[in-house]
């Protein structure tokens, strides 16, 4: 078991809380590319998310992320960095497979390590 601090925790339940919200964009909008390559409004409120998830990593310790290297964390702050600095340059593909492939695996792995 990895030992996390309370700031840890709560930055995972933030996690959480974003891969929840892009879960319910998917069943919401639908869970298909087409559909969120044609709606500006999905790819926004997934990016925001990704964003958010990208901010809260950084937020976590050092020692809990060297704790827990099966996590991509250095990927998730990447994601929120391309979000953030090249955002016309977002590969929409990418993201939606982020989102419907990346996302529900995160969530598993987060559930068991707040449990």
């Given at each position: ?27 919401r909008f639908g869970n298909n590319l087409d ?81």
């Amino acid at each position: 078991m990895n030992q996390m601090t309370e700031r840890d925790r709560d930055y995972l339940l933030n996690i959480l809380d974003h891969c929840d919200r892009i879960e319910s964009a998917i069943q919401r909008f639908g869970n298909n590319l087409d559909s969120f390559l044609e709606d500006a409004d999905y790819r926004d409120v997934v990016n925001m998310n990704l964003f958010q998830i990208g901010e809260a990593v950084n937020q976590l310790s050092d020692e809990y992320r060297e704790q827990t290297e099966d996590i991509p964390w250095h990927q998730m702050y990447g994601i929120r960095n391309i979000i953030a600095h090249a955002y016309v340059k977002v590969d929409d593909e990418i993201v939606w497979e982020t989102a419907t492939k990346d996302i529900p695996a995160l969530k598993i792995r987060l559930e068991k390590e707040l449990n």
